[in-house]
């Protein structure tokens, strides 16, 4: 299981960024794919989860609203849209796959993509 964000930059504050997460097919249909995110001094945090078979998602009280994430079958492409991105939205962003449904916490996933890095200047 092969997975690999890509996307980030440097943003304004009130802008919006769309971050991409290639997996296979296959992994795309068996597992979960969760974001996450690691800001600088602190823990890795829940961002969303698009949850197989249809895809529902849900995501973090501090994204909703704002986030999104959505897949493009024809790609094997999961994406995270991020609007209305705000300082505290800096860091690092993940993609990772996980077979159980629904799952916030990271020791659920077990295989992750390499980050990449979102910063909101003001």
């Known amino acids: 299981v092969q997975l690999q964000a890509s996307g980030g930059g440097v943003v304004q504050v009130g802008g919006s960024l769309r971050l991409s997460c290639a997996a296979s097919?296959?992994?795309?249909?068996?597992?979960?794919i969760g974001w996450f995110r690691r800001a600088p001094g602190k823990e890795r945090e829940f961002v969303g989860v698009?949850?197989?078979?249809?895809?529902?998602?849900v995501y973090a009280d501090s994204v909703k609203g704002r986030f999104a994430i959505s897949r493009d079958n024809t790609k094997s492409v999961m994406y995270l849209q991020m609007n209305n991105l705000k300082p505290e939205d800096t860091a690092v962003y993940y993609c990772?796959?996980?077979?159980?449904?629904?799952?916030?916490?990271?020791?659920?996933?077990?295989?992750w993509g390499q980050g990449t890095l979102v910063t909101v200047s003001s």
């Open positions: 990772a796959a996980s077979s159980s449904h629904g799952a916030f916490r990271p020791d659920f996933y077990s295989h």
């Open positions: 698009s949850i197989r078979p249809i895809g529902r998602t």
């Open positions: 097919e296959r992994t795309l249909s068996m597992f979960d």
